[in-house]
């Protein structure tokens, strides 16, 4: 069974070649063995700690996943990998 692609926005995002270790789910940047995203799915969705990088293997943003939907903390890293922004994601019931 092929993993399947990168979640869908209204935007849809190209697919990523996605590789499974130690019960990461592992998304690479097109045509490339750079890391683009790394965290854990259940069920079919994004779980937990996920992390995005830049093709320079610098990090991009992080935050948290409950059930598929962001939650929590979300930091987004300039360039240089510093802190560029911090946002707080709240459950919408």
């Known amino acids: 069974m092929k993993p399947k692609c ?3 926005g209204p935007q849809s ?3 990523k070649r ?8 592992i998304k690479f940047h097109d045509q490339s063995t750079t890391v683009w995203s790394k965290g854990k799915m259940v069920n079919d969705q994004p779980d937990g700690y ?5 093709k320079d293997g610098t ?5 948290y996943f409950e ?4 939650v929590g903390q979300w930091i987004t890293y300039d360039k ?7 946002t707080i994601k709240k459950i919408k019931e």
């Open 6 to 8: 990168d979640i869908q």
């Open 67 to 70: 059930a598929g939907k962001p």
């Open 18 to 25: 996605i590789e499974i270790i130690d019960n990461y789910t």
């Open 80 to 86: 240089n990998g510093e802190v560029y922004k911090i």
């Open 50 to 54: 996920w992390i995005w990088y830049r």
């Open 59 to 63: 990090m991009k943003r992080s935050g």
């Open 13 to 15: 995002l190209k697919e």
